[in-house]
Structure formats: C-alpha cells, structure tokens
C-alpha cells in the first residue's frame, strides 16, 4: 500500500490564493505543466533560473480549474507583463526526469504562442515583472544545440515545429 500526500502548491495572487496541480507521492512528483515557444528572426525567447544551470521554455504549473491553453497564457503575463495567445499545440510531453534530487512523472503541454502585442524584440535580455531570480533572452536557433536546455529534447525539435499536436515520452537522458 503506498500512502499518498497530494500537495497543491499556493501562491498568493492578490486575495485568494491558486492552486497549482502537483501530486508528491513520497519522495516522487507528479506534475501538470505547460510552457510556451515564441520564435522571432530565427531565435527563441527561454528563461534561466539563475540558481540552475540550465534553460528552460517559459511556463509553468497548470493551476486546478485551468486549461493548458489559459495557463501558458497566464504564465506570459505573470513573467513578462505582455498578453499571449496560445497558438497551437506542438506537443504533450510525458517527461520522466530528475530534479532536486525527486523523481519526477510531468505532462506537458507545449505551445506556440503569439505576442499578441507585438511588445517582444527578438534580441536581447528581457526584464521581467515578478523580479530577477530568472533571466529572459532570446536565443539563436542556430547555436541552441550547444546549450543546456531541459527537456533535453528541445534543441532538436525546435529546429522544425510539427504542423499538427505530437505525443512525446521522454526520459531524461543521464550521463
């Protein structure tokens, strides 16, 4: 019998909090999220926390109630200040990977989303409104093979967009 703990994360947003879709299961995690892909001038906008050291595509925790469409959208403006649009699905992920030392089980929605506004440059940094634990840039296309990006799948598959959604399992790869 395994006994489980289901954590949703809060965050305060004003006066009520959200609930984030995050399952501890001991010392494993099963996690909802989805992340967003915007391509200006043959490069791609990611984030780094600058506690890791790797980069990732911009997104987050699905939150209960919300569809992964709304919380690409959502993550957009809580982390660059602008209003996206969720395009088209690219990919669902089922991302097996470690991190922090926990097992995690992911599904991923990932995106291509539009700057709706058009406020994004396609060079350069970005200043982000929730503060300076994450650096935005923009990154070429060319040269993302050479960077560590997680899920490691990434610099291949952002070199040719699918046309239609593509179902993907993944395992992180461990050297």
Same mark, same amino acid.
């Given at each position: 019998? @395994?006994?489980?703990?289901?954590?949703?994360?809060?965050?305060?947003?004003? @006066?009520?909090?959200? !609930?984030?879709?995050?399952?501890?299961? *001991?010392?494993?995690?099963?996690?909802?999220?989805?992340?967003?892909?915007?391509?200006?001038?043959?490069?791609?906008?990611?984030?780094?926390?600058?506690?890791?050291?790797?980069?990732?595509?911009?997104? *987050?925790?699905?939150?209960?109630?919300?569809?992964?469409?709304?919380?690409?959208?959502?993550?957009?403006?809580? !982390?660059?200040?602008?209003?996206?649009?969720?395009?088209?699905?690219?990919?669902?992920?089922?991302?097996?990977?470690?991190?922090?030392?926990?097992?995690?089980? !992911?599904?991923?929605?990932?995106?291509?989303?539009?700057? @709706?506004?058009?406020?994004?440059?396609?060079?350069?940094?970005? @200043?982000?409104?929730?503060?300076?634990?994450?650096?935005?840039?923009?990154?070429?296309?060319?040269?993302?093979?050479?960077?560590?990006?997680?899920?490691?799948?990434?610099? !291949?598959?952002?070199?040719?967009?699918?046309?239609?959604?593509?179902?993907?399992?993944?395992?992180?790869?461990?050297?």
């Amino acid at each position: 019998m @395994v006994l489980v703990r289901f954590t949703l994360f809060g965050k305060s947003r004003g @006066v009520a909090a959200v !609930e984030d879709l995050t399952i501890e299961l *001991g010392e494993r995690v099963l996690n909802c999220r989805t992340a967003g892909i915007v391509i200006k001038d043959d490069h791609v906008l990611l984030h780094k926390n600058k506690k890791e050291p790797f980069w990732a595509l911009i997104g *987050g925790r699905i939150q209960l109630g919300e569809d992964s469409a709304q919380a690409v959208e959502r993550e957009f403006k809580e !982390e660059l200040g602008i209003p996206a649009k969720a395009q088209r699905l690219l990919w669902i992920v089922e991302n097996f990977f470690t991190y922090r030392d926990r097992p995690y089980h !992911e599904y991923c929605f990932i995106y291509l989303v539009k700057d @709706v506004e058009d406020r994004l440059l396609g060079t350069g940094g970005i @200043v982000s409104p929730e503060g300076c634990d994450f650096s935005y840039e923009w990154i070429s296309l060319a040269g993302i093979k050479e960077l560590p990006l997680r899920p490691d799948f990434l610099p !291949e598959k952002l070199a040719d967009l699918p046309a239609v959604p593509v179902h993907l399992i993944h395992r992180e790869r461990t050297e």
